[in-house]
């Protein structure tokens, strides 16, 4: 089993910045893709930023210059380090990774986790 962890939302003026941590734990031969979403009330999840195993990064426009996702492998963790925050980036942030499981060759599968949400609110 995987089990993925995220944690550093809070309440933050605009203009302020926060730093969001997701760890992915338990069975992993490796980790593809890591990413975070994000869903407002009354919208639908979208898309912020994904980082893939080599290290390529793509951000949605709205935080392009703002936002940036890294990721330590060693520790299975991508961060969010989140700039300039607005009360538009007010939303519950989800992670999301790709995770490889199995020890052996035959017994590989590759499945998407999600993280339990953490709530980011930028005040005006």
């Known amino acids: 089993q995987v089990q993925v962890v995220e944690s550093g939302g809070g309440l933050v003026q605009a203009g302020g910045s926060l730093r969001l941590s997701c760890a992915a734990s338990?069975?992993?031969?490796?980790?593809?893709?890591m990413g975070w979403y994000r869903q407002a009330p009354g919208k639908q999840r979208e898309l912020v930023a994904f980082?893939?195993?080599?290290?390529?990064?793509n951000y949605t426009d709205s935080v392009k210059g703002r936002f940036t996702i890294s990721r330590d492998g060693a520790k299975n963790t991508v961060y969010l380090q989140m700039n300039s925050l607005k009360p538009d980036d007010t939303a519950v942030y989800y992670c999301?990774?790709?995770?490889?499981?199995?020890?052996?060759?035959?017994?590989?599968?590759?499945?998407?986790?999600w993280g339990q949400g953490t709530q980011v609110t930028v005040s005006s």
């Open positions: 999301n990774v790709e995770v490889v499981t199995g020890v052996f060759s035959w017994t590989r599968k590759r499945s998407n986790y």
């Open positions: 338990g069975s992993i031969f490796t980790i593809n893709a």
């Open positions: 980082i893939t195993g080599g290290g390529s990064t």
